[in-house]
């Protein structure tokens, strides 16, 4: 696939630009400067942004499972800035209003104790975990920009800010580093209902896998993570969609709750 060319990427800021203004959900891109690889997804994210946004609270991973990443073709999940406002403690309240579609997704993230910044050389699993300070249950509350939801394909979510809606930090995992967090068990619960439970094999992501990969693409691209920044890793459980005035509860036996109330108000 060709390249979009520096004006086509222009183009294409210039269209989030026009959309966003309106407060709708967002149209397609127009084809002429649709992204149609994750490389020109990430020209346009970062061609978005403030340079006020410089320095992000954290950064997520999606689309990060085995099998996710190898359907899209690609040899490392995509991954994306959460800046001021997006990190929330739980239980947190969040503005239903500004949600165009909610997706809740029960998910393992980690906080650096230790940055790991851009250098020459790959990161090793070793040097990954001994960056970790602390492991959390989280919810991701998924904010999906276009009216046609996730059918526009990875490249436009990701060009267009990875759908970043807020991610809730829930209770730490005591013994995380002494357990295979491929396997902890999760149940999301939308009022009060089971809707899913862990995932299974190659549609369940590593935590520490996806930490790792997440760290060697960003030094490879010039980027670092630094010390006291949350990553958030994928789905554990099925994403399910949440409606405002639902709460979202992600549970995880010995570990604890993660508690998310989406308001009606809007």
């Known amino acids: 696939m060709a390249q979009l060319t520096d004006d086509q990427v222009a183009n294409a800021v210039a269209f989030l630009a026009r959309a966003r203004a309106s407060e709708a959900p967002l149209p397609a891109f127009p084809e002429d400067c649709r992204p149609t690889t994750i490389d020109d997804a990430y020209r346009i994210a970062q061609a978005t942004r403030s340079p006020a946004d410089e320095r992000p609270d954290g950064w997520k991973a999606g689309a990060s499972s085995p099998a996710q990443v190898r359907d899209a073709g690609l040899a490392t999940p995509p991954v994306a800035p959460l800046f001021a406002g997006v ?41 990954v975990r001994d960056a970790v300070g602390d492991a959390h249950l989280v919810i991701e509350a998924v904010n999906f920009p276009f009216a046609d939801g996730p059918s526009v394909g990875l490249p436009s979510i990701v060009a267009s800010g990875f759908a970043v809606g807020n991610l809730i930090i829930g209770p730490t995992i005591d013994d995380w580093a002494a357990r ?87």
Do not use: W
Request: net charge negative; charged share 20%; aromatic share 4%.
């Open 87 to 127: 990190l929330r403690a739980s239980p947190a309240d969040l503005d239903g209003a500004k949600y165009h579609l909610c997706v809740i997704e029960a998910e393992v993230a980690f906080r650096l104790a230790a940055g790991l910044p851009a250098r020459a050389a790959p990161y090793t699993m070793a040097e």
């Open 180 to 266: 295979d967090l491929r396997t902890l068990d999760v149940e999301l619960l939308i009022d009060g209902e089971r809707v899913a439970r862990g995932l299974q094999g190659d549609a369940r992501c590593d935590p520490l896998g996806v930490l790792l990969a997440m760290a060697n693409d960003l030094s490879a691209r010039g980027f670092g993570l630094e010390a006291g920044q949350v990553v958030t890793t994928g789905a554990a459980a099925a994403p399910t969609p949440a409606r405002p005035g639902q709460t979202a509860v992600v549970r995880s036996a010995g570990v604890g709750e993660v508690v998310a109330r989406l308001s009606a108000g809007g």
